[in-house]
């Protein structure tokens, strides 16, 4: 073989070798456009921290937690669901790791939903799962109304989307605590002069029951009290969960529960503040909606079991995608 054959044998060698590898790594490079990690995104206001867990090209979920004003830390045992797709977790503004605030224009829920629709505009995500716990599911549940398109399904995690029916719910569980419990517990509503001690021993016994069953709580409880906005919270809540006083105190979307016209799956504890019969009610004037009570767990179902909490979830989307 004379030398330029040789040569040119060499080159094309590594010309193929050259290609080959470009078509390798191109078709490894995930087909949308999500990238695992964190960062921040400027909506009105300040800057709004978010995550994207997990790589694929399955359909997301996008994840809303509660309060308002509770940061997403509480969920991170949901994170496991990104093992089969990206999960998106943000904490609203004026909480966690976003911004805090003091403006009250800006803790409204028409601006939480602002925020949201400019978060999936900036990761460019057109097709998901929405995901909304407690005060979350207020929040989702108007996202959804306003814009539907690109939602595939709901999940409605120990739902509050009526003020009036969550405020019985809780004059109910609190009926079932012991007097001294309950005593203590209506004291603190109506902002007489209490007992420092017993009014925590009360709210102890009240959130043991019916929020975080799991003792003792996880770092992530911790971390979401430890980062909890607390003006936001009062202004658009209160100042007790059994008690709405807040701009939210007239929130109430059951008339509009049957425009929903997506696979809805909700989700309750056992003993959750979301009392299960009222989930029920929910549901049952949900078209195609499911629900799924998850066993020995109170509003935190994603702390208290969070293997059936994923198991629950899955299951509703494997369902979803193979039909």
């Known amino acids: ?22 078509v390798i790594v191109f078709s490894c490079q995930p087909k ?27 359909i997301p979920i996008v994840m809303l937690h509660g309060g308002p004003g509770s940061p997403s830390y ?10 089969d797709r990206p999960v998106i977790v943000y904490d609203q503004l004026g909480c966690g790791r976003s ?38 599911t207020m929040l989702g549940l108007d996202y959804y109304l306003k814009y539907p398109r690109g939602i595939k399904a709901l999940i409605l995690a120990s ?17 079932m605590l012991p007097d001294s419990v309950q005593f203590y517990l209506k004291q603190k509503i109506s902002n007489t002069d209490i007992d420092s001690t017993k009014i925590k021993e009360a709210l102890d016994c009240y959130f043991g029951n019916y929020y975080t069953r799991k003792q003792p709580v996880s770092e992530d409880i911790d971390s979401m009290i430890s980062q909890f906005g607390e003006n936001l919270y009062k202004y658009m809540w209160g100042m007790e969960e059994y008690s709405a006083t807040g701009i939210l105190k007239d929130y109430d979307r059951t ?8 696979p809805t799956l909700y989700i309750a504890g056992e003993y959750d ?15 195609n909606s499911k629900l799924v009570i998850i066993k020995n767990s109170g509003h935190m179902t994603m702390q208290d079991n969070s293997k059936e909490n994923i198991e629950a979830i899955k299951a509703f989307i494997d369902q979803i995608e193979t039909n």
């Open 255 to 262: 008339i509009d529960l049957d425009k929903v016209k997506i």
């Open 99 to 136: 911004d805090r605030i003091t403006d009250t224009s800006l803790m409204t829920i028409e601006n939480n939903i602002d925020h949201l629709h400019q978060l999936l505009k900036t990761l460019k995500i057109k097709d998901f799962y929405l995901y909304g716990h407690s005060w979350g």
């Open 159 to 175: 739902p509050c989307i009526s003020i009036k029916l969550w405020s019985q719910d809780a004059d109910t569980l609190i009926s």
């Open 32 to 58: 949308d456009n999500l990238q695992t990690g964190e960062g921040y995104i400027n909506v009105r206001g300040g800057k709004m921290w978010y995550q994207v867990c997990g790589e694929g090209n399955e």
């Open 273 to 287: 503040a979301a009392r299960p019969n009222t989930v029920r009610y929910y549901q049952s004037i949900t078209p």
């Open 1 to 22: 073989m004379s030398f330029q054959s040789f040569t040119y044998m060499k080159r094309k060698v590594l010309s193929i070798s050259l290609g080959l590898i470009v």
């Open 74 to 83: 509480y969920l991170n045992p949901l994170l496991a669901l990104s093992n």
